[in-house]
């Protein structure tokens, strides 16, 4: 078993930054692909960004690039999500999780590929 734990959420106006991060414990998660995740009110969780086990590969949603920049630190057992020129549509909860050992790097924009999930960290972009 893995636990996460997401924090760094918080209130910003539009065009601000936020960095989260999502500490891994139980074990370790390098090695594992790992992913952010995002739900807004209303709407269906859909992917943001994922990085590969090594940390050599990411890959990032549409709406994303350009802005948010995945990371991870295998030292720390964490990964992060730096967040900047920030909007309004960014509101959401965001969530980290653990793929399986061993998924292909395209599964990972895949939410039914990812075993543990973090509780989620809330986000708000005022206007």
């Known amino acids: 078993q893995v636990q996460l734990v997401e924090s760094g959420g918080g209130r910003v106006q539009a065009g601000g930054s936020l960095r989260l991060s999502c500490a891994a414990s139980g074990r370790t998660v390098n090695g594992y692909g790992m992913g952010w995740f995002r739900q807004a009110p209303e709407k269906e969780r859909e992917f943001v960004a994922s990085?590969?086990?090594?940390?050599?590969?990411?890959y990032y949603a549409d709406s994303a690039k350009g802005r948010f920049t995945i990371s991870r630190d295998n030292a720390k057992n964490a990964v992060y999500l730096q967040m900047n020129s920030l909007k309004p549509e960014d509101t959401a909860i965001y969530y980290c999780?653990?793929?399986?050992?061993?998924?292909?790097?395209?599964?990972?924009?895949?939410?039914?590929?990812?075993?543990?999930w973090g509780q989620g960290t809330q986000v708000t972009v005022s206007s």
């Open positions: 999780a653990v793929a399986r050992y061993g998924s292909s790097w395209s599964s990972l924009q895949r939410k039914d590929v990812y075993d543990y």
């Open positions: 990085i590969s086990g090594a940390g050599g590969l990411t």
